[in-house]
């Protein structure tokens, strides 16, 4: 899987080719089975939390509206805001689900079948208006989500941290030079991100 990145990447950028040398091959697989709107929830849900609070949070917001697997956008909108926050939503992020529902109601959130036809740029432009919704949660999506291939998170703390390490950049390396090195990765972005990530974890087993 993504030979043809992992070739590109090899040929562009020599460290690079060594972190790919000690990970192995890419196992960046998308989940393609989530529509844009479940996604988006389940993103402001892991907002500033571990993977297992958000999870258990989660659940809790899907327990609500049983013996549905994931709340509809009517259900949510139809949910009392203090339901939510007593499934452990802060009231922010109860404010953003609830516009996310809305939003995807009104079209402005596209469909499963909609969003395979738009591009990065457009995709970014219409899901930053919801409230709560930032660039990289929408970069998250891209990534993880869609499988597109081309996009680098320049301000996800991992991928900068993993940059840092991998080119023995002084301190947390700034969005700009990541992104400047990064044009040497087109198209293939979003797997040299995926590898910044694992430069960390490379750091960590050295360190044992």
């Known amino acids: 899987m993504h030979k043809k990145a992992i070739q590109h990447l090899r040929r562009a950028d020599p460290i690079l080719a060594r972190i790919i040398d000690a990970t192995g091959p ?7 089975e989530q529509s844009p709107f479940e996604a988006l929830v389940e993103a402001v849900c892991h907002q500033q939390l571990t993977g297992k609070a958000a999870q ?3 659940g809790r917001v899907k327990a609500l509206h049983s013996p549905r697997l994931f709340p509809a956008p009517e259900d949510l909108l ?3 805001d203090e339901r939510l926050r007593a499934a452990g939503l802060s009231r922010a992020k109860v404010a953003s689900v609830k516009d996310i529902s809305a939003k995807t109601l009104d079209g402005t959130v596209p469909t499963t079948e909609e969003i395979h036809k738009l591009g990065d740029a457009e995709i970014i432009e219409r899901l930053t208006v919801i409230r709560g919704v930032g660039r990289w949660t929408v970069e998250m999506l891209l990534i ?6 081309d996009v680098l998170p320049v301000d996800d703390y991992g991928v900068r941290k993993g940059f840092g390490i991998a080119y023995r950049k002084r301190g947390l390396p700034k969005a700009a030079a990541l992104l400047k090195h990064g044009e040497s990765w087109r198209p293939y972005r979003s797997i ?3 590898y910044m990530w694992r430069a960390i974890e490379l750091s960590r087993q050295e360190k044992k």
């Open 26 to 32: 890419c196992r960046l697989q998308p989940d393609h």
């Open 56 to 58: 258990t949070i989660l």
């Open 78 to 80: 139809a949910t009392p």
């Open 144 to 149: 993880f989500k869609l499988g597109r291939l």
């Open 192 to 194: 040299g991100a995926w």
